[in-house]
Each structure stands twice: as structure tokens, then as C-alpha cells.
């Protein structure tokens, strides 16, 4: 559902660091690109192969980016929440895009039209060097989580999500299914629940129903 009165949600761009510097008068003129959607849980944002050149940003709400390998396995790629945001690629390449984003409960989405933007980049070229940092620094990001599933162990990537999820409180929930948090690391839900368990039993943290997870120890989950 398209939103008319877009202005009192274009502060969602501006949580981005692509725009999030730009001076009032820049503002203004990336508000007018823009529509606000807002989707139901479970609703496809976008889908793998269709041809979209939009930047799609969260306003409110949380949404799960993953792919699907040849025997249908999901692997999610990542989880945004508020500020964060998905479909750079397509936005400036016009390539078909190679993931879905999926709802993960109702949600508000900022929606740039990407040719609105590039036309509009070539009168604000200060933009494009904003974009450029950002899309460097998602590149880097996106290399060094690699290295950290090609050269850790489950152990480690759970530790280090659990101390990212938490946002330094001791207690917190999940905000994606155990099986979403499973694809995420790389690894099966068999296998966290038995790395979770064995995190129990040291006494680091204690898991709170479904979804709920208690850190203990931060210590011993920093030396992990």
C-alpha cells in the first residue's frame, strides 16, 4: 500500500549513511523520490529474479534477505531492521535481482526509485561520492564475514552473533526463527541447538523459551 504523505516518514532515508549527512536542501530533494510501503508478515518485498532498481529502506518492522541453492536449502544473508536497507545492486546495475526480501512482521519500507536517483545524482554529485563510501564499506563487511565462516567454527560465529543480537544487555530475544538464525551462521538447526546447550551447561548464558536468550557470562563468551 502506497503511503501520500511521505514526508513524516522520509527520516527513514536519513538513518541510512548514504544520506544520512546530507544538508537540509539535499534532503528535501531525495524525499521527493521516494514512496512508502507497508507490507504485512510473511509479504515478498522482492523476489529473485525480477527487475527492480529500487533501494528498499526499513522504517519500522524487520525484514530477512536470503537466497535459495540449486536443492531449495535457504541460506539468509541478513536481517534488517530500522535504518537498515537492501537492493544497492539492482539499484544502479538494473541486474535481476538474486534474493528475496521477505517480512518478517508488518513493516513500513522507505522505496527509492533508483532512476529518479541517478538522474538526480548528476545534479548532486556529493551523493554519489556518499554512496560510493557506503557500498565500499558494505563490500568490506560483506568479505570479512566470509572469512569469518570459512575460518571459525560454529562455536565462534554463534558467540560473536549472540554478542551482536544483544546489543549489550544481558537479556534479549531472537529477532529471526532459530532455523533463520541456523542459515545465518552457516550451519543446521540441529547443530545450534546442541552449541547452545553446550553454552547452558558452562553456565555462559540460559535460554528463555523459543526465542529467548540470557547472557551469564559475557566474559566467557568474549574468550570463545
Known amino acids: 500500500m502506497n503511503i501520500k504523505d511521505k514526508s513524516h516518514y522520509a527520516n527513514c532515508l ?32 522482492y523476489n529473485a529474479g525480477e527487475k527492480s532498481s529500487f533501494l528498499y529502506v526499513v522504517h519500522q518492522g524487520s525484514v ?7 536443492d531449495g536449502m535457504e541460506q539468509v544473508v541478513r536481517v534488517l531492521n530500522s535504518g537498515d536497507f537492501a537492493g544497492e545492486r539492482a539499484l544502479f546495475t538494473n541486474r535481476l535481482a538474486d534474493d528475496y526480501a521477505i517480512s518478517l512482521e508488518d513493516s513500513m519500507v ?7 536517483l541517478r538522474a538526480h545524482m548528476t545534479d ?11 557500498l565500499t564499506n558494505r563490500l568490506s563487511d560483506t568479505e570479512n564475514k566470509l572469512e569469518q565462516h570459512n575460518l571459525t567454527s560454529v562455536e565462534k560465529r554463534m558467540a560473536v552473533s549472540i554478542i551482536e543480537l ?14 533463520d538464525w541456523a542459515s545465518m551462521l552457516g550451519t543446521t538447526s540441529e547443530t545450534l541447538s546442541r552449541r547452545l546447550r553446550d553454552l547452558k551447561d558452562k553456565g555462559i548464558i540460559e535460554l528463555k523459551g523459543q526465542r ?3 547472557i551469564i557470562n559475557f566474559n566467557k563468551l568474549h574468550e570463545i
Open 14 to 45: 536519513f538513518k541510512v549513511p548514504i544520506f544520512r549527512h546530507l544538508n537540509e536542501e539535499e534532503k528535501a530533494g531525495i524525499t521527493e523520490l521516494i514512496s512508502v510501503k507497508t507490507f504485512k508478515k510473511g509479504d515478498a518485498i
Open 64 to 70: 530477512k534477505v536470503s537466497r535459495y541453492n540449486e
Open 110 to 116: 522507505c522505496v527509492l526509485d533508483g532512476h529518479k
Open 124 to 134: 548532486k554529485p556529493e551523493i554519489s561520492i556518499q554512496i560510493i563510501n557506503e
Open 166 to 179: 544483544s546489543n549489550g544487555k544481558s537479556s534479549f530475544t531472537l529477532p529471526i526463527s532459530k532455523l
Open 212 to 214: 529467548g536468550i540470557e
